[in-house]
């Protein structure tokens, strides 16, 4: 045993008890910022039930995160000599606060949480980090040397990295900008009726920030909010251009497509369409089409990086498709989830879904056709957010990708998916009897639920 650097007592790794992964996340954390536990010298886990992960190790605590990586070392070894299965390589557990947003860029890994705190990582490590005044981070996203973040006060903060010192992040200003938002106040034509007797200028959100996306050409940024508007920023003046009151309720998730078309999804059940053109002093964004209308939350939104198709996730648990050759047609549903679908990412012919049920369905797609290749378990609250990069390790014959996710259990954690990892049976079983009999879920527990999304569909 030996002191913590806060006073308590840790065990070292050479006489902590080994446990499974699911065991040590139900067991108390150390009183220190983070915990952090190592599996490099770990034996293969034992033999897996119906209920527990068929891709969890055995893991072993390690020292001081001060000294060593909060990130595991944990690799899952090869299942044959040509590729690895799909697995959990690490987890990163810090005591701050439920993940709500995470964003990659190089090498560098942003994590946001309802601390306030964005928490940068590179190689495995704790690089860098800043703190916002005030407002949960529920969006990160990154543009060139910026760095963007939407929270639940209604702000949008940028940051951008230090010249002299590039783990020093420094806040450059807020949209909108201070300057432009004491001279739009000064006109009474800028003000509209955001509430019954309460006005607002339509240059600034009122309400929690849901969704941050970039156009296709990086010049414009556009933001999603429970406002029921989503608002158009110029980049290079950090600009508010646009407001468009797209939605009846909160809008969770805004992105912009192909096309110069721009989707939206709301708690009022609907996915749109919105097509931009360019004017003189601007944007302006027309209505398109509603793809999609229903009783249930819309959650979540994204777009495959070939821009072919649209994915949509909703509060029931089913991820809705649209085909971008085929007219926007609809594509067909994927039932994988017990509970609301909270994040969706896509990257190759991969898309993850990440729910209330804690678990992240990974789907591929071949020509236009989907199939659950995996469940990937292991977090013990809401999947709130997903980002994906490439595996260094990826081939052109073998496409692999390092996928991480956030969730409210407090705990970021880090997976390899490999597109020609064989689907895991007995997980594909269940997955397909949920399909032929094309059940809805079932209604979300009052516990997870809350934690999920507000009960008006919030996410």
């Given at each position: ?34 915990s952090f536990r190592n599996s490099a010298s770990s034996a293969p886990s034992p033999a897996h039930n119906g209920d527990a992960s068929p891709y ?174 989503i608002k158009v920023w110029r980049i290079s003046d950090s600009k508010c251009l646009e407001s468009v009151n797209v939605h009846d309720d909160a ?209």
């Amino acid at each position: 045993m030996r002191d913590s650097p806060q006073g308590k007592m840790l065990e070292e790794s050479n006489s902590l008890e080994r446990q499974t992964f699911g065991n040590l996340m139900h067991s108390a954390p150390p009183d220190d910022d983070f915990s952090f536990r190592n599996s490099a010298s770990s034996a293969p886990s034992p033999a897996h039930n119906g209920d527990a992960s068929p891709y969890i190790g055995t893991w072993e605590g390690a020292s001081s995160p001060y000294t060593k990586s909060p990130w595991s070392s944990h690799v899952v070894p090869p299942s044959n000599g040509n590729h690895y299965p799909n697995g959990l390589m690490g987890s990163l557990v810090r005591e701050e606060g439920h993940i709500y947003s995470l964003a990659t860029s190089g090498d560098l890994l942003y994590t946001g949480s309802d601390s306030k705190n964005i928490r940068v990582w590179k190689n495995q490590k704790e690089f860098s980090g800043f703190k916002s005044n005030s407002g949960l981070v529920k969006a990160i996203i990154i543009s060139g040397e910026k760095i963007f973040t939407g929270h639940q006060d209604g702000k949008i903060r940028v940051w951008k990295v230090s010249a002299k010192n590039p783990s020093v992040h420094k806040r450059v200003g807020t949209l909108p900008t201070f300057r432009d938002y004491i001279r739009s106040s000064m006109n009474p034509s800028n003000y509209v009726e955001v509430r019954r007797h309460r006005n607002a200028l339509w240059i600034k959100h009122f309400d929690a920030i849901s969704s941050l996306s970039l156009s296709e050409d990086k010049k414009f940024l556009y933001s999603a909010s429970w406002d029921k508007t989503i608002k158009v920023w110029r980049i290079s003046d950090s600009k508010c251009l646009e407001s468009v009151n797209v939605h009846d309720d909160a809008v969770n998730a805004v992105v912009a497509g192909f096309d110069g078309l721009v989707f939206t999804g709301s708690a009022d059940g609907s996915v749109k369409v919105w097509r931009r053109e360019l004017q003189a002093k601007g944007t302006k964004h027309f209505f398109s089409q509603t793809l999609l209308k229903q009783e249930c939350a819309v959650t979540a939104l994204a777009v495959n990086p070939e821009a072919t198709f649209l994915y949509c996730g909703s509060s029931d648990g089913l991820v809705n498709f649209w085909e971008r050759e085929k007219h926007l047609s609809h594509g067909g549903i994927l039932r994988g989830h017990k509970l609301a679908v909270l994040c969706l990412v896509a990257a190759g012919n991969l898309v993850f879904s990440g729910s209330a049920d804690m678990g992240i369905c990974v789907w591929r797609r071949l020509e236009g056709d989907h199939s659950c290749l995996a469940v990937l378990t292991g977090h013990n609250g809401p999947v709130k957010c997903l980002a994906i990069e490439d595996d260094i390790e990826s081939t052109a014959a073998d496409r692999r990708w390092i996928l991480y996710s956030g969730s409210l259990d407090k705990s970021v954690k880090m997976w390899r998916v490999s597109e020609l990892a064989p689907p895991h049976l007995q997980q594909i079983d269940s997955i397909k009897r949920r399909q032929i009999e094309g059940l809805s879920s079932p209604s979300p527990s009052p516990s997870t639920q809350s934690q999920s999304f507000s009960p008006q569909g919030r996410r």
